[in-house]
T-cell receptor
Framework: EDKVVQSPLSLVVHEGDTVTLNCSYE??????LLWYKQEKKAPTFLFML????IEKKSGRLSSILDKKELFSILNITATQTGDSAIYLC?????????????FGAGTQVVVTP | NAGVTQTPKFRVLKTGQSMTLLCAQD?????MYWYRQDPGMGLRLIHY???????AKGEVPDGYNVSRLKKQNFLLGLESAAPSQTSVYFC?????????????FGPGTRLTVT
C-alpha cells in the first residue's frame, strides 16, 4: 500500500528560527511530490518537485527531493508568525491519469512571537 | 476569478438526516475531487470526477454519493448522516493533461453530525 509519512507531527518555534519538515514516501509509481500550506481554510500550493537534487525556492521557503532515499524536506528560514500553519506533503501516482494525490497527515507548525 | 467555492461553510446535522454540499469552480477544470480531513489523518479522497457526467470512488466512498451534471459543479451528498461523518470537507479541482497535478482547493465545509 502506498504511504506518505510526515515528521514531526507538530512543532513550536520562536520567530526567527529555522524549521525543517520531512516527508518520506513509498509509492509504486512515483511522479512528483507537492507541498501545500494550510492555514485556517483551504490548502494552498507551495512547490512541486519532480527531479532529485534540484532545490525549489520561494522567498524564505525552499524544498528539495531525494528520489533515491524517497524523501523531501521543506525548509523555512527566519520564521514569522504568519508561517504558522499545517504543511501537507502529497505524492502523485501516474498510473492514475487523473492525477491522484496521496497526502501525508501533515505537520502543524506554530511560530510564537 | 472566484476559484473554487463551497457551500455551506458550516452545518450541523442530526444522525439520519441528509444533506448536499455544493462545490463550484470557474477555472474550466475537467477534474474535480471531494476530500475529507480529520485530525491526524491528512486529506482522504472520497469521490472524484474526470469530466462532466462521470464520477468514481476514491479511498473512503462509503456513505457518500456524488454528481457532476455540469462541468463547473460537483455535488457531494450524504443520504443518512452518521457521527463518523463529522469532518471538514474540501473540494478541489485540477486542469487536464499529464504532468500537471496541482489541485486547487475550496475553503472547506465543517460538518458536525450529532
Amino acid at each position: 500500500e502506498d504511504k506518505v509519512v510526515q515528521s514531526p507531527l507538530s512543532l513550536v518555534v520562536h520567530e526567527g528560527d529555522t524549521v525543517t519538515l520531512n516527508c518520506s514516501y513509498e509509492v509504486t509509481n512515483f511522479r512528483s511530490l507537492l507541498w501545500y500550506k494550510q492555514e485556517k481554510k483551504a490548502p494552498t500550493f507551495l512547490f512541486m518537485l519532480t527531479s532529485s537534487g534540484i532545490e525549489k525556492k520561494s522567498g524564505r521557503l525552499s524544498s528539495i527531493l531525494d528520489k533515491k532515499e524517497l524523501f523531501s524536506i521543506l525548509n523555512i528560514t527566519a520564521t514569522q508568525t504568519g508561517d504558522s500553519a499545517i504543511y501537507l506533503c502529497a505524492v502523485t501516482d501516474p498510473s492514475h491519469s487523473w492525477g491522484k494525490l496521496q497526502f501525508g497527515a501533515g505537520t502543524q507548525v506554530v511560530v510564537t512571537p | 476569478n472566484a476559484g473554487v467555492t463551497q457551500t455551506p461553510k458550516f452545518r450541523v446535522l442530526k444522525t439520519g438526516q441528509s444533506m448536499t454540499l455544493l462545490c463550484a469552480q470557474d477555472m474550466n477544470h475537467e477534474y474535480m475531487y471531494w476530500y475529507r480531513q480529520d485530525p491526524g489523518m491528512g486529506l482522504r479522497l472520497i469521490h472524484y470526477s474526470v469530466g462532466e457526467g462521470t464520477t468514481a470512488k476514491g479511498e473512503v466512498p462509503d456513505g457518500y454519493n456524488v454528481s457532476r451534471l455540469k462541468k463547473q459543479n460537483f455535488l457531494l451528498g450524504l443520504e443518512s448522516a452518521a457521527p463518523s461523518q463529522t469532518s471538514v470537507y474540501f473540494c478541489a479541482s485540477s486542469i487536464t493533461g499529464t504532468g500537471t497535478y496541482e489541485q486547487y482547493f475550496g475553503p472547506g465545509t465543517r460538518l458536525t453530525v450529532t
